[in-house]
């Protein structure tokens, strides 16, 4: 299940299982969206992307939902695998210039 | 290896020095981000380069930090007379365009501060 934890919201789930991250926005006037996962100690990593005429995207495994009505972004992970476990962000382009403004950060753990 | 490199991967100094952090971007990318994470929390923006030119620097803090991306040679963060609060992990990230192209990042220099 998903729970609130002293700094990063968890997700727990089995091997297996499908995996629903989500993701609020603040800017109305955002237009480009970006999944990344983060693995210790290395750098941010895409995962896939999405632009604002878009509702719904799909890659390997990965699809990510855009609804532009409540500012809301998700990321549905098919099968999930114990090598998915990561922390997951949003980011979004608030600017022309593709600066990027990042959530918080969802952590996935997956269980054997 | 054809990503983002960054170096050095770790940087201890000590309050008061200078630290540099280098990035090379991806090969064929002309557009360079620096960010900063501390722990536990998602990356800011601190400013966005193009050879020569700084387009946006409206996350970098006014004293103390400068960036450079020359015409040959890695871009530069450079961040004078460091204190504790400058340690966290500094990440650089390029892209081809900036017309909404996914950035795409290095594995950061963690900067730690004594």
């Known amino acids: 299940g998903e729970s609130v934890g002293l700094h990063l919201p968890t997700l727990s789930v089995q091997e297996g299982d499908n995996s629903i991250i989500n993701c609020a926005y603040s800017?109305?006037?955002?237009?480009?969206f970006i999944w990344y996962k983060q693995e210790s100690g290395k750098g941010p990593q895409f995962i896939i992307d999405i632009r604002s005429n878009m509702d719904k995207r799909q890659g390997q495994r990965v699809t990510v939902l855009l609804n532009k009505t409540v500012k809301h972004l998700s990321l549905q992970i098919a099968a999930t695998q114990p090598g998915d476990s990561a922390v997951y962000f949003c980011?979004?382009?608030?600017?022309?210039?593709?600066?990027?403004?990042f959530g918080k950060g969802t952590m996935l753990l997956v269980s054997p | 290896n054809a990503g983002v490199m960054q170096n050095p991967r770790h940087l201890v100094r000590r309050r008061g020095q200078e630290a540099r952090l280098r990035c090379s971007p991806m090969?064929?990318?002309?557009?360079v981000y620096w960010y900063r994470q501390l722990p536990e929390e998602g990356l800011k923006f601190m400013v966005y380069l193009q050879k020569e030119n700084i387009i946006d620097e409206s996350g970098m803090p006014k004293e103390r930090f400068s960036a450079e991306f020359p015409k040959e040679g890695p871009s530069i963060l450079r961040i004078q007379q460091v204190v504790r609060g400058d340690s966290a992990a500094y990440f650089c990230a390029s892209s081809p365009r900036d017309d909404n192209q996914p950035q795409h990042f290095g594995d950061g220099t963690r900067l730690s501060i004594l």
């Open positions: 800017n109305s006037a955002s237009d480009y």
């Open positions: 090969k064929g990318h002309s557009h």
């Open positions: 980011a979004e382009n608030t600017k022309g210039y593709s600066t990027l403004t």
